[in-house]
């Protein structure tokens, strides 16, 4: 029989330690920020982040986006209003066909580029909350407990 895995979660302290990590005074500390608070809110894969289109976030009333998964398969969640005024400042000026986050060069974000922003800040956080400290944080293998 194969061993199960354990699906890791983060408490509120530590959600809130690796929010708090990005520089919000920077414009990539503000995108890094929102894309932090996008995992979190919706629960997307690092892949459904990087390729998220304008096109597909609804800001207005009762704000949702669409976000598409494996299979080919859409799911819609809704958006925190936080995480849509994050949002909202990231994507001013863009089209509807772009990406919303993109790299330091403008280039569209990978998966890799949006796991090492998570690696990056969690080592980060994790300098402040000790329970952080060992944990392997990930936005595919760490679940963010909303307790």
Not at 81 to 98: E, Q, Y
Request: hydrophobic share 40%.
């Amino acid at each position: 029989m194969a061993a199960k895995t354990v699906i890791g979660y983060l408490d509120k302290p530590e959600v809130e330690a690796l929010l708090r990590a990005p520089d919000r005074r920077t414009s990539l500390g503000s995108r890094d920020h929102a894309l932090l608070l996008f995992l979190y809110n919706s629960g997307a894969r690092a892949d459904e982040a990087a390729s998220l289109r304008v096109s597909n976030l609804h800001l207005g009333t009762s704000p949702s986006v669409r976000i598409l998964g494996k299979g080919n398969k859409w799911r819609v969640c809704p958006l925190w209003p936080v995480t849509v005024a994050a949002l909202r400042s990231l994507i001013a000026g863009k089209g509807s066909d772009d990406q919303v986050f993109r790299g330091r060069t403008g280039e569209p974000m990978t998966r890799f580029g949006v796991y090492r922003i998570v690696t990056t800040y969690a080592t980060e956080a994790a300098k402040r909350v000790e329970s952080m400290r060992g944990k392997r944080v990930s936005p595919s293998v760490s679940v963010l407990n909303r307790r």
